[in-house]
């Protein structure tokens, strides 16, 4: 039997059942989710791992192009408690990384229930439970489980959904049009002009990808972006801005690395990349812009190889206009337009989270909200906010869970005098 036992347990002609959770349901089994699952488990509290899809990490294992790797060193993106193996690389491949967490869950025995959506979860003041309605999406019956439970913990992600943009003709538009989360990889693109719309991290290493298959891509930017080298004479410019952030403040560190960018990328204004007026680390904080890392694409748009167009008036056909005027014959449209937290979709609560699907209260506060509320992998901070997160929320958990554990013993020695 799994961490949990059954109130009730009977399937009605509905295929309806409810299922009482001994300790807190996770919603989504990405790397935040198997993080606090593990933490749990170190802690010795039981729980259940609710996932949508049919295996872990989906994003990382469904939704990324082939030639991903992890941006920052590895040292900021293993999960808590147990490293990466030695001898991966500084980058780790994406295949690696989904390997890591294959390892990862079973080494701490994480068997997340698969197919399975959260569709509603509220907090029942009544019962002071949380009642977390799911529906399989496995097989041709369609089955509808009610978990109750008193923790809940909210693990979907930042990139839960893709954010599709509303453009004027895009509907009109007779060639392929594919979301980067349904890119592999630019093979089949071969010969072909491919408009890719959007220049954060996915919109550069899709059109570096693009020009390496031979395509043509030409890149939107629209606003204005802040592109630092992954290195800096052969230190990792993440790790870098996390030393210097430890002795000087932000802004100041943002300066430095802006004048270490220009020493090694020099002015990209030139190429179209126009730099916003916020530093990046700053940006990053206050609206969750990530800042580009270049891994080859800068090299690409100065070789002419990538062409940087400004933002789209509308489609045509088998045309787009830009704001400039200017027209483009394209056979493709790769959006790489973002993602967006689906939180607001299914969450019946309007305290802790906001409209737009994150907590309101911004970091390091928002992993915890009342009534047994937590949320996981929100600080738009990555993988090592994701497991910073996750280990507050297990502590949290744990320290009641052992109080509750004690007192229980202590009633039933009670009871038995
Ligand atoms: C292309 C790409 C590359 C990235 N590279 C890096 C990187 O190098 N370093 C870094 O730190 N970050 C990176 N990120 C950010 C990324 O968000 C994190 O690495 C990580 O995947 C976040 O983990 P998560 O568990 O919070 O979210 P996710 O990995 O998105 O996992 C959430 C899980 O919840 C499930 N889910 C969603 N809704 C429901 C529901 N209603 N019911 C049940 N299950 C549900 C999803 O199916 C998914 O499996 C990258 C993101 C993208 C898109
Ligand atoms: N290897 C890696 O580590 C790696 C690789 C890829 C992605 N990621 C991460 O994944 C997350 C998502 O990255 P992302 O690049 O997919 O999304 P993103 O950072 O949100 O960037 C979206 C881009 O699309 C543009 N855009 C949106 N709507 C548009 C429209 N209608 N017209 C023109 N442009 C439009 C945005 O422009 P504006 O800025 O003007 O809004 C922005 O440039 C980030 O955290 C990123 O760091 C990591």
């Known amino acids: 039997m799994e961490n949990f036992f059954r109130l009730v347990d009977h399937e009605d002609f509905f295929s309806r059942r409810c299922v009482w959770v001994n300790g807190p349901v996770i919603v989504g089994a990405g790397p935040s989710g198997l993080a606090t699952a593990a933490c749990l488990r170190e802690q010795g509290v039981p729980f ?3 996932e949508r899809a049919d295996c872990i990490a989906s994003l ?3 939704r990324t192009y082939d030639r991903l790797k992890l941006h920052l060193p590895k040292q900021f993106c293993q999960l808590p408690k147990l490293p990466f ?3 991966f690389p500084e980058y780790p491949t994406k295949k690696q990384f989904i390997e890591y ?3 990862y869950a079973r080494h701490f025995e994480i068997n997340p229930r698969f ?3 959260v569709q509603s979860a509220r907090y029942d003041e009544t019962s002071g439970l949380w009642r977390v309605k799911t529906v399989s999406t496995a097989g041709s019956t369609r089955t509808e489980v009610e978990y109750i439970c008193k923790w809940l913990v909210v693990a979907t992600g930042e990139n839960a959904e893709c954010a599709m943009p509303e453009i004027k003709g895009l509907s009109e ?8 989360c349904d890119y592999k990889s630019g093979e089949s693109f071969r010969g072909k002009n ?3 719309v959007g220049c954060g991290n996915s919109g550069m290493e899709l059109s570096l990808d693009l020009c390496n298959h031979n395509a043509s891509p030409s890149m939107v930017v629209r606003s204005s972006v802040h592109v630092l080298p992954r290195e800096v004479f052969g230190k990792s410019t993440f790790e870098l801005a996390v030393l210097l952030m430890q002795w000087i403040p932000l802004w100041l560190v943002d300066k430095l690395l802006l004048i270490l960018a220009w020493l090694v990328v020099g002015n990209i204004e030139k190429y179209g990349l126009k730099r916003p007026s916020t530093g990046p680390f700053e940006l990053k904080n206050t609206q969750g812009k990530t800042p580009v890392l270049d891994i080859g694409t800068l090299e690409k748009i100065r070789s002419g190889g990538i062409d940087v167009i400004p933002g789209i008036k509308r489609f045509y056909n088998r045309e787009v206009e830009l704001v400039n005027g200017k027209k483009l014959d394209i056979d493709a449209v790769v959006l790489a337009t973002g993602y967006r937290s689906n ?3 299914w969450l019946q609560e309007g305290e802790f989270f906001s409209k737009n699907g994150f907590p309101k209260r911004p970091f390091p506060h928002g992993w915890k909200g009342n009534t047994g509320l937590y949320a996981v992998g929100f600080t738009r901070r990555g993988l090592s906010g994701a497991s910073s997160d996750a280990m507050k929320i297990a502590q949290d958990i744990g320290n009641v869970w052992k109080h509750e554990t004690k007192q229980k013993k202590q009633r039933t020695t009670a009871c038995h005098r």
Not at 173 to 180: C, D, R, V, Y
């Open 194 to 196: 491919v408009l890719v």
């Open 48 to 50: 259940m791992v609710l």
């Open 101 to 103: 967490l294959e390892s």
């Open 115 to 117: 197919n399975e959506c």
């Open 85 to 87: 193996p030695e001898d």
């Open 343 to 345: 939180v607001p979709s």
């Open 173 to 180: 538009f007779k060639g392929e049009i594919i979301h980067a």
């Open 60 to 62: 990382w294992q469904k």
